[in-house]
């Protein structure tokens, strides 16, 4: 088992940033990739940002330049850094981890005003 907290959502204006966090806890050693989904109302869940064990990572073309996600080991933590936000970046933000099953956070509220 894997648990996910996650905080650091919020309301910012558009061109302002945020920082998100999830810290993991319980199988942690069984993880091989986390990453950061979101999910605007009516819409369906996707892929924002991936990091795998080795620090690889992955980012969906909406985000490339603008959105970091990064790990930090010591306290099994991954962040994702926003910058430049726009009001489409407005979602539910969600931490994952994957290990032979999927886990996923609460889910944190990002909202962008124009």
């Known amino acids: 088992q894997v648990q996910l907290v996650e905080s650091g959502g919020g309301l910012v204006q558009a061109g302002e940033s945020l920082r998100l966090s999830c810290t993991a806890s319980?199988?942690?050693?069984?993880?091989?990739?986390m990453g950061w989904y979101r999910q605007a109302p009516g819409k369906q869940r996707d892929l924002v940002a991936l990091i795998t064990s080795s620090g690889s990572t992955t980012y969906v073309d909406s985000v490339k330049g603008r959105f970091t996600i990064s790990r930090d080991k010591a306290s099994n933590t991954v962040y994702l850094q926003m910058n430049s936000l726009k009001p489409e970046d407005t979602a539910v933000y969600y931490c994952?981890?994957?290990?032979?099953?999927?886990?996923w956070g609460q889910g944190t509220q990002v909202t962008v005003s124009s």
């Open positions: 994952n981890a994957e290990t032979i099953y999927a886990y």
């Open positions: 319980g199988n942690i050693f069984s993880i091989n990739v």
